[in-house]
């Protein structure tokens, strides 16, 4: 009987959770891209064209895969800006605001001391685009901490009073007249520009953002703070009558990730734009935040889905020639993508 028993039992095996994890990003992927391509048949599109002109257009040759490095940048630095908060339960919707924030004083930095030497300017620059996203956050962080207004809204409407600011100094007190009433700043000295790497687009950012990655990912599962951070996450009526500070941490990581977005900020427009300007960013903060999404607030699978997210932004400016859809159609497939990934990982945490 004990034989037979043996014969008929099965073994208690189960994937590992790297290997569910995969498996629900992938579904979630193959989910969303079906689903797109049925609302492009319904405007009688080919769909196999418009995914194979996507990757084309962003990976066939050495200006697409830059162009993704160039993308990357903003969205892996404004993703970790979402992902920090995250690890205590805060919703920080304000990654473009501090972006455009900490554009703000890197630019001040650039007008002022532009004319020092590159060695001094730059970090500078770094330090203060830092400082104005830390500060844009940090005011959220407060609010929430002593006063129990909701993040989610005060980071969210605070986006549009700092594009409002950038828009009144570059039309005001910082326009430059020789630019014939377009409303920038004067343009950057070249000791005030991020240096350009492998003589395309993509520069020094890609470091800092690889940097941030790295520092996020340690600062979160190596250190005391981080663990706090999740207990705090976890349950911070616990975590106060433990004797945390669960006011002051709140505040921090609002700060530091409001600092990494406005180090986005100070990115963009020392080596991509040279100058302070209207709309710098296209929405960097929003498609940063649903990267944040997609990795589950983890740092190093931010660049994953970051990368994701960029060759199919890079790809919507190609199909809107080859296929004839507007580039914003790849907004439609990023939201599906989203919706798709967290669909399957409700899905698997109801199996469990």
């Known amino acids: 009987m004990l034989r037979a028993e043996r014969l008929t039992a099965r073994p208690n095996w189960s994937a590992p959770a790297w290997a569910e994890e995969l498996g629900r990003f992938v579904g979630g992927l193959l989910l969303a891209g079906a689903a797109f391509a049925v609302v492009l048949l319904l405007f009688g599109k080919d769909p196999v064209k418009a995914y194979a002109e996507i990757f084309q257009g962003a990976l066939g040759d050495s200006y697409g895969w830059t162009e993704v490095l160039v993308k990357m940048i903003p969205f892996v630095l404004t993703a970790l800006a979402a992902a920090l908060p995250a690890q205590l339960g805060l919703i920080n919707v304000g990654a473009e605001g501090q972006l455009y924030f900490g554009a703000i004083t890197a630019t001040w930095v650039a007008l002022t001391f532009g004319d020092g030497p590159t060695v001094i300017v730059l970090p500078l620059m770094v330090a203060a685009g830092f400082v104005g996203g830390a500060f844009w956050a940090g005011l959220c962080g407060a609010l929430r901490a002593y006063a129990g207004l909701n993040e989610t809204i005060s980071t969210l409407l605070l986006n549009y009073v700092a594009i409002r600011v950038v828009d009144h100094l570059v039309h005001g007190p910082w326009k430059d007249p020789s630019n014939f009433n377009w409303p920038y700043t004067a343009e950057f000295t070249q000791a005030a520009r991020l240096p350009v790497l492998f003589g395309s687009r993509v520069h020094l950012g890609l470091a800092l953002a690889a940097l941030a990655v790295v520092l996020l990912y340690l600062l979160l599962t190596r250190t005391r703070w981080g663990y706090e951070m999740r207990v705090v996450g976890g349950n911070p009526e616990a975590a106060r009558r433990g004797g945390l500070p669960v006011g002051l941490y709140l505040v921090a990581a609002m700060a530091i990730a409001g600092g990494l977005a406005g180090i986005a900020g100070m990115a963009e427009t020392s080596a991509i ?59 439609v497939l990023m939201a599906l993508i989203l919706f798709g990934v967290l669909g399957t990982r409700r899905r698997l945490e109801a199996a469990r």
């Open 273 to 331: 734009q040279g100058r302070l300007r209207a709309g710098i960013s296209n929405g960097y903060g929003y498609v940063g935040f649903l990267a944040s999404w997609l990795a589950g607030a983890h740092p190093l699978r931010i660049v994953v889905t970051g990368a994701l997210l960029a060759i199919i932004s890079v790809g919507g400016d190609v199909i809107q020639i080859a296929v004839n859809l507007p580039s914003s159609s790849v907004n």
